[in-house]
């Protein structure tokens, strides 16, 4: 079994921070790449960042400047540094995982449960 556990969500004022934290754990092989996805109220999830899979690290067009992918290799851990906050960032923030998990000769993706975060006077 593999798990993903997010941290770090919260309620800030706008122009604040927050550092999201997501731990991977189980019976972890590998990870190729770990990403942060989003989900407004009434809108679709998206990636705002992602990072590993042997390309540069991702960050979603309209936050660049505010977001920061970084990790941790060996702690099985992605962080997700944001500041600046503004209340449009208000959503549900999910961890992603593409994992090699022992027995299978396959990679899959896995999800955390989310962690929200609510930027708001």
């Known amino acids: 079994q593999v798990r993903l556990v997010e941290s770090g969500g919260g309620l800030v004022r706008p122009g604040g921070s927050l550092r999201l934290s997501c731990i991977a754990s189980?019976?972890?092989?590998?990870?190729?790449?770990m990403g942060w996805y989003r989900q407004a109220p009434g809108k679709q999830r998206e990636l705002v960042a992602r990072?590993?899979?042997?390309?540069?690290?991702y960050i979603k067009d309209s936050v660049k400047g505010r977001f920061t992918i970084s990790s941790d290799n060996a702690k099985n851990t992605v962080y997700l540094q944001i500041d600046s906050l503004k209340p449009e960032d208000t959503a549900v923030y999910y961890c992603?995982?593409?994992?090699?998990?022992?027995?299978?000769?396959?990679?899959?993706?896995?999800w955390g449960q989310g962690t929200q975060v609510t930027v708001s006077t």
């Open positions: 992603n995982a593409n994992i090699r998990q022992l027995g299978l000769l396959v990679n899959l993706d896995y």
């Open positions: 990072i590993g899979g042997g390309l540069s690290p």
């Open positions: 189980g019976s972890i092989i590998s990870i190729n790449a």
